[in-house]
């Protein structure tokens, strides 16, 4: 399976976390980087947060300070820590690799609810 599997979304309360997983056979690649990506209804797809190929990151302003991308060589997983959730971060959340032409897969989502 190429194609990264996420999970880890929910429903939670505002100021609540979730840890997202993106889980796919090529993460551990040293040329292979991921971003994040998020949906609302009825909006545009909106980039969220990047692990770049030589390990640094980088994040929308509206989740800078409260969303963490990670990544775990072993497991082949990226995660994005996301704390202090607020309704605004409901969206289906979705991971995407990029660089080597063996990374390059969507996956297909986890939905991520916040209620206030």
């Known amino acids: 399976q190429v194609q990264p599997v996420e999970s880890g979304g929910g429903s939670v309360q505002a100021g609540g976390s979730l840890r997202l997983s993106c889980t796919a056979p090529w993460i551990h690649l040293d040329n292979c980087g991921v971003n994040w990506y998020r949906q609302a209804a009825g909006k545009q797809r909106e980039w969220v947060a990047q692990?770049?190929?030589?390990?640094?990151?980088a994040y929308v302003d509206s989740v800078k300070g409260r969303f963490t991308i990670s990544r775990d060589i072993a497991a082949d997983t990226v995660y994005l820590q996301m704390n202090s959730l607020r309704p605004e971060d409901t969206a289906m959340y979705s991971c995407?690799?990029?660089?080597?032409?063996?990374?390059?897969?969507w996956g297909q989502g986890t939905q991520v609810t916040v209620s206030s």
């Open positions: 692990l770049r190929i030589r390990g640094s990151t």
């Open positions: 995407e690799g990029f660089g080597d032409v063996r990374c390059r897969y």
